[in-house]
């Protein structure tokens, strides 16, 4: 918990700062930024004009995904010594596809509080706004930049019954839409566009028709792709077991590239079965040869 006035403990603190709009900040995220000995950031320009907007003068540490190997321990040898630190990302919360695991696991090793400051989110104000159902969701971060990894990434949600989220690069979102459509199917779905920004944009439709909207007009700026749930009538479709569990195995490892562990794994999952019956089913249609005997 938050300590009170009169006692002062060195703690980190994870400040959710605004995503766009400068004026998204909680009253408690501001005070605990003027309270705090250090700040610590993807980019302290970027995190300086957030400071500057609210009068706010600490020191800056820069703490990104390439210096948190050797940071982090810098980070929590000065908490040791009863330093109160603050950690943000470029925009919203830290962590959440950011840079903080490390020095956050790090500071609960060495019994040093974490407390959160919460505050915007790009994924939850673009599933509040986006129209697809949000009772349950799946937050997927970024989609690997490779095809080939990013088609594998989209096969093991196939029959995934919740909304999913992603966020995506301008330059990568119609390569992605081609492959949901292909491997998800026609789902319905939403591009969230500069969320609280001048030029925030929701387009909303199907996957197909997010693709010819792209095509006429091509999206610039930080990119938030929802994809809706698969319906009862697919996911039935998709866990259909007429086709032989080795002859998916295989489909799998030739379309999606995954290896036969991965692959018997997302076939055991489409028919709602367990990996040991999986192996045990594909054993028996294998035979005796001793193919899949490794996929334990």
Known sequence: MEQSPNVRQACLYLVATPIGN??????????????????????TRHTQKLLGHYNIQ???????????????????VAMEQGAQIALVSDAGVPLVSDPGYRLVTLCLRHHLPVIPIPGPSAMLAALSASGLPNEEFL????????????????????????????YEAPHRIEETLADAKEILGD???????????IHEEFRRGSLAELANSLAEKP????????????????????RDTSQSL??????????????RKE????????????????????????GDSGEGRNDR
Do not use: W
Request: proline letters at 4%; glycine letters at 4%; hydrophobic letters at 40%.
């Open 58 to 76: 600490k020191p800056l540490v820069s703490y990104h995904e390439h210096n948190e190997m050797t940071r982090a321990p810098e980070l929590v």
């Open 219 to 238: 999206a610039r700026g930080e990119i938030t792709l929802l994809i809706g749930p698969v319906s009862g009538e697919e996911s039935s479709a998709l």
């Open 187 to 197: 789902r319905p779905a939403c591009i969230a566009r500069e969320v609280t920004k």
């Open 22 to 43: 400068l004026e998204d900040i909680t009253l408690r995220a501001i005070r605990i930024l003027k309270e705090v000995d250090q700040i610590a950031c993807e980019d």
């Open 139 to 166: 937050f997927a971060g970024f989609l690997p930049a490779r095809s080939v990894e990013r088609r594998r990434a989209l096969e093991r949600l196939r029959i995934e019954d919740r909304t999913i989220i992603f």
């Open 246 to 259: 080795a002859d998916r195995v295989e489909e799998l490892i030739r379309q999606a590239k995954l290896d």
């Open 263 to 286: 692959a018997l794994k997302l076939a055991a999952k489409e028919r709602g079965i367990t990996k040991r019956a999986a192996y045990h089913e594909l054993h028996l249609q294998v």
